[in-house]
């Protein structure tokens, strides 16, 4: 006889959570509608989440720890900053070509709560800043610091653009046209190493 395997309730609820975050919306997405596909009980709802903001805050962070994780096993098989940065732009690539696309969570999140000081934009605004840095730093490898972090404030532009574009139903352009334009920021003379 086999033991039945325990479920992480908090975990489930989270990831049922995100599903139908990023599908249906954040204020669309109702708790009951969250009880009721994560198939628990109101009270072990509140007992892990107090309020929805505590939740979609969590939402977020836990898609920020997937993103951050995908981010660090591409860069271990790059050499190059050039090359770290054209990873980045090719797992937006695969991302909009996935049946699992439905534009970006943050982006979503930051239109829906536009109160700088909401703690959901907050979260939002945390991971775009996250990814910003992450460039700045790979990009301090090849130039100064000030030029670093205006060219990572440009590559981050680039992909929201891209994003936006793909969800428009034009992946495949959306990506070429911003990894060409993410190149040549990078090759520009006075930015080759």
Known sequence: MTEPIKIDKRQHIVETAYALFKRVGFHATGIDRIIAEADVAKMTMYRHFPSKDDLMVEVLAYRAARFDRQLDRLAERAATPAQKIGKIFDWYGRWFESAD???CLFAHALAEFGD??????????????????RMRLILEEMMPADDADSVSAALL?????????????????????????????LATPERRQ
């Open 116 to 133: 700088p000081a909401h703690p959901v934009f907050q979260a939002a605004a945390r991971q775009k800043g996250s990814l910003k840095h």
């Open 101 to 103: 696309f439905h534009g």
């Open 157 to 185: 532009m680039l992909l929201e653009g891209a994003t936006m574009i793909a969800r428009m139903r034009q992946p495949d352009a959306a990506i070429r046209d911003a990894r060409k334009a993410a190149m040549a920021i």
